[in-house]
């Protein structure tokens, strides 16, 4: 049940159809370069974009919709959420502004709204409320090329294994977005390495909230354990300072350092 | 009392000069006020504030367990002290998160919501209730100036035991949790800071570093009010600090080794130096001169190895929170000095209210003795005389607001908002276009230019039979014969001559104001009167004036006749040179066959510059920030109403 893009890098023209049809949907204003940007072409008002390439090659950025995305696991809040359909989503009403999300992406998607006063978090929500209704994202509907094309994530998988089959040469071997960080909703095929959509560290197939989850998880344990260290510290000094005290030899403990229970 | 006096005074020229860019980060938003980017969401406020704030604080939990948990009872006179510094760091902590965060009244939602996932959520939460059990545990100090309130006390005092027990406990988790923000970005942390650890790495230096806060506080408080330093007492916090430092320099190292990044230390890169760095100041060199005993009780020895660690262990908060993560990002940030004044500003505003606190309340075992560092004894009004008999306390409060009330002007003068406005790349100017026989346009100076054949566009003209003829303008314009340059330039505008689209269209991407108000009013102009246009009696605004082609009766130029304020704007460069070309090459590809195919903008914007024009123009003014950016086409809004 979950939906996905896919997008075939040698066939995009870079039209940027795709981008203004982004635009009118979800009415976004039109920007002007800022210095808080990156050099990708995505913002706060852009949540999509083309980035060009060498030898004529588009490649369209946009957000991943990861399966387990690192921005809904990190929102303290829960503003950010993988819905069932397979939309990565933002609810403005939680936002608290913490910009936790846009630190943890691994591709780098969610943008700012900084010269705002009230500011929210920007990006690409795989036009949920039209893929509710059963219509396709404003993107794929007006590629021209169908360059990128929206369907059930397990087939779009199978449309790309088919082409690179039936093409043997044409693209890299390899379907970006199957795998990394666990797999995400967005899939590239592609015949130039994409590693630029990412940080320039290799992201591995594990999802990233995995890593959190063994800190998080032992976080209650941490805390009774803390409690039971000091309490039990404090019984056993407690008690050398009554025995001391019953030998009247006052101070004995006071001076030394804390010391193993050897009682 | 001079030195106390003095420092409040920097203090409170500081906090008010803070509060003033406080206001104005509020009213115009985090962009301008800061150097925050989307590459770097975080920042000083983070790195500093909350990531070392929360672990500069942690001296009040160091102190509690060794006093209350392990009854090492000498430590009293340091305990006070310590807890209302943890205190006064959480509030801190917690103001400079409410003007870092982007709607920080929405901080609240984190009681209501849930999502026990984030690291950030249980930070939160243990802030919040730690915070609270500080005020708790403290609270009782100034009570006991208030006999009325003695019971609350008393009940508080009964409880303290537990306050202490939770804050402990509560404090092993932030602390750690801070350290757990980061693990989920492996792919943005450098190699030699990520670790798996990262908690317990976070924690162990908390536990150093709040000795090290301790004895620090203890040092500066009694240098301030001239006092004997309770040189035994630091003494011994350095002396268990090197235990706990060495810990936390072998968990370190071995973690590093067991990883294999053990080349990454020596590779040369800054990274690998600020490591260095950041081990030496925070770990190697003051473990070292305080485990000389003959070191350890000398005061210098400690103010400079206490302020090692401090620095060090903040810096590694920095350098966690984000200076690390540049080589990934590839953004370079450098704290605006708004960024570095509220900083600045919340630390002062936390020392004056600790020096309000020792001032006023019973924190310290001995009060200091001079009569000078008491000074709140008020003025009192002398009847016989009329007069106030003042202290020298008042001309001293009124030295510190005023301070305050300057700074805070002088603040607000140095930000002027249309100044911080001007930060993004508004009202981007454009480029003539150059050339002659080939023009070319390279309006948004990013060097990918469209190579425009001018003479053989004419040529073009002259020669073939327009398709374009049955368009009623292009009809008429081409009536004029062979001179068709009316096809593309605006020859119906009365005083219209062949001059460079920049010149009306001045802006890359945003309209412009087209009706000329300067030049109808200049003598070198129209030499009108206001009343010429504007209605007499009515506000003079563009709708009171008359409409341009009562006057202008040859204007061919698009205006209807209901005509509003958009209508005296024009389109930007890129709509208008995008409609020119695209919209006449798009009729022609309908009958003339294999035309280059305008959907791509490589067929227009690949031409790369001649050498030959290079020289002398100022082409070469491009922005690196935004060479590989495509803009999309930017509707303006006149489109949209022309439409309606």
Known sequence: ?????????????????????????????????????????????????????????????????????????????????????GAVVYDSSKCLGCRYCMMACPFGIPRYEWDKAVPYVEKCILCYDRIKEGEQPACTTVCPQQATIFGERSELLKIAHKRIKENPGKYINKVWGEHEVGGTSVLYLSDIDLGFLSYP?????????????????SVPFAFVGMGGIMLGLNWIIRRRMENSKEQNKPNRFINKKKEPADE | MNRVRNTK???????????????????FGLGVTTNLTDRTPWGLWIGFDVMGGVALAAGGFVITAIFYMMKREEFHPLVKPAVL????????????????????WNIWHMIIFWNPHSPLFEVGWCVMLYTTVLLLEFSPVPLESFSRYARIRNFLMKFRFVFVLLGIMLSTLHQSSLGSLFLIMPFKVYPLWYSYILPIQFFISAVALGLMMVAFESLVSHWLFKRKPETDLVAKLCKTAV????????V??????????????????????????????????????FAVPKFAGKSKVQWIGSFMVIFGVVLNRIDVGGLTMLWATGGSYTPLWTEIFISLGIVSFAALVFLFAIEHFHVWDLQPKEPDALPHTLPSFDYSSKTWLGTPDVSGLTKYSLAFVISFAVGMFLMPGKHLHSKGIENFKVTHASGFDTLYVNGNRDDQLVKFPHEAHIAWLRTHKNPLVGDGNFNNMLSMGTDSCSACHHLSIPGEKLSNCSECHTRMYTQVDFFNHNWHTSSDGAKLRCDDCHKPGMNRSAQSAKHCTSCHTTYKFAINKKSSVENYYILSYTDALHKLCVSCHMKESKIVKDKPNLALCSTCHKTQLPENLTAGLNWKISLPHFNNVILPDVKPEIADKDKK
């Open chain 1, 1 to 85: 049940m979950s939906k996905g893009i896919l997008t075939d890098v040698t066939k995009c023209i870079g039209c940027l159809k795709c981008v203004s049809a982004c635009k009118e949907t979800h009415h976004l204003e039109a920007d002007e370069p800022r210095i808080w940007q990156k050099n990708d072409g995505l913002s706060a008002e852009n949540w999509t974009s083309i980035i060009r390439k060498e030898n004529n090659r588009y490649v369209r950025k946009q957000c991943r919709h990861c399966l387990e995305p690192a921005c809904a696991s990190v929102c303290p809040v829960g503003a950010m959420h993988k819905t069932k359909i």
């Open chain 1, 201 to 217: 560290t290799k992201l591995g197939n594990e999802p990233l909230p995995e890593k959190t989850a063994t800190a998080m998880e």
């Open chain 2, 9 to 27: 005074l920097i203090l409170w020229l500081i906090t008010g000069f803070a509060a003033a860019i406080a206001l104005n980060r509020f009213i």
């Open chain 2, 85 to 104: 510094t943890a205190f006064l760091g959480y509030v801190a902590v917690v103001l400079s998160l409410l003007v870092d965060l982007g709607l920080p």
């Open chain 2, 243 to 250: 235990w706990v430092l060495a810990t936390y320099f072998l």
């Open chain 2, 252 to 289: 370190k190292m071995i973690d590093i080794i067991a990883e294999g990044k053990f080349g990454l230390i020596f590779n040369g890169s800054w990274e690998s130096n600020l490591f260095i760095v950041e081990v030496l100041i925070s770990t190697i060199i003051p473990a070292m001169m």
